[in-house]
């Protein structure tokens, strides 16, 4: 097939992959801007090479003209997660969404690949619209977790180098690595809660931050220069006593403040 052919096919797929991490990344921006825990940790995405789809077609007896119905991840999309326990949560968020349709799901966490590889796979057929007109396509969506992803890329880039023939004494080494990924994830299960409080903290810190230094710069054109100064320096003070309570209470007094301003400046009838 020619080359500019090839490009016109994977159009839609590069066009998918780049929608869905941007929508994946908004879940990730909405949960924490809301101080909420984000299942998701990290997305990235990817269409496959040419030479790959090719490769892959080649092992699976697929016919040129069939592999867009029958290649299910020409179009990929990986979430990673910090816990076993969001994997589920992720699952439940891309099956809940009006935007995909789940048409296939496969659990390599329960059930592990002979290799070692753990990871859950759903694919979901996904439409794009393009200068030509709307398009379905299919997408692999793979979700695991970071110690998980940790395990698969290096047993990728081993597969590569090897050319899929990893020599015995490398595959135990793979074995004996898989087991302790199983280890670590279930260790990081047992301290999740104090964890996930320690970030939940650090998020609403983050946030309420925010918020103050916002809020500080909408005063700008409203007060004057000597109470902004007076108010920043109470935000220094308070910021220094690392005190969610204090931070949260200095935040809602600016709002007070910020609304009489904006009172005061509404024109009376
Ligand atoms: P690449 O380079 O990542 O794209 P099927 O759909 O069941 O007919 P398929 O497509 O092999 O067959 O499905 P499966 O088993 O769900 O695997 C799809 C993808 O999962 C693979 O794509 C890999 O990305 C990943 N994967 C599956 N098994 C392994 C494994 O043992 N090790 C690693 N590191 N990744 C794995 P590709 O096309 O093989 O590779």
Redesign the pocket.
């Known amino acids: 097939m020619e080359i500019q052919l090839w490009r016109e096919i994977l159009m839609p797929y590069d066009i998918a992959v780049k929608e869905l991490i941007v929508k994946f990344e908004h879940l990730i921006y909405e949960h924490r801007s809301s101080g909420l825990y984000s299942p998701i940790e990290q997305v990235t995405g990817?269409v496959?090479t040419v030479s790959?789809i090719l490769d892959?077609a080649q092992k699976?007896h697929i016919a040129i003209d069939e592999i867009e119905k029958?290649?299910?991840?020409i179009a990929?999309v990986r979430i990673i997660c910090q816990f076993v326990e969001d994997i589920p949560k992720v699952v439940e968020i891309i099956r809940n969404r009006s935007d995909m349709e789940v048409v296939?799901e496969?659990d390599?966490i329960n059930h592990m690949?002979?290799?070692?590889?753990r990871?859950y796979?759903v694919?979901v057929n996904y439409r794009v619209q393009m200068l030509t007109g709307e398009r379905e396509i299919k997408v692999?969506i793979?979700i695991r977790t970071l110690a998980m992803n940790f395990?698969?890329?290096i047993?990728?880039s081993l597969?590569?180098k090897y050319k899929k023939n990893i020599p015995d004494h490398i595959r135990e080494k793979l074995t004996n690595a898989a087991n302790a990924v199983i280890s670590l994830d279930q260790e990081m299960s047992a301290v999740r809660s104090e964890i996930m409080d320690a970030q939940n903290s650090f998020q609403i810190q983050a946030n309420l931050v925010s918020n103050i230094l916002n809020s500080i710069q909408n005063l700008y054109p409203l007060s004057n220069k000597r109470e902004i100064l007076k108010i920043q320096d109470e935000f220094y003070r308070i910021y220094e006593m690392d005190d969610i309570e204090q931070l949260t209470r200095f935040s809602r007094e600016l709002d007070i403040i910020a609304e009489g301003y904006r009172a005061q400046s509404v024109p009376q009838e």
């Open positions: 990817r496959k790959s892959k699976k029958r290649l299910v991840d990929g296939r496969r390599y690949k002979e290799s070692g590889y990871s796979h694919v692999e793979q395990w698969s890329t047993e990728h597969q590569y």
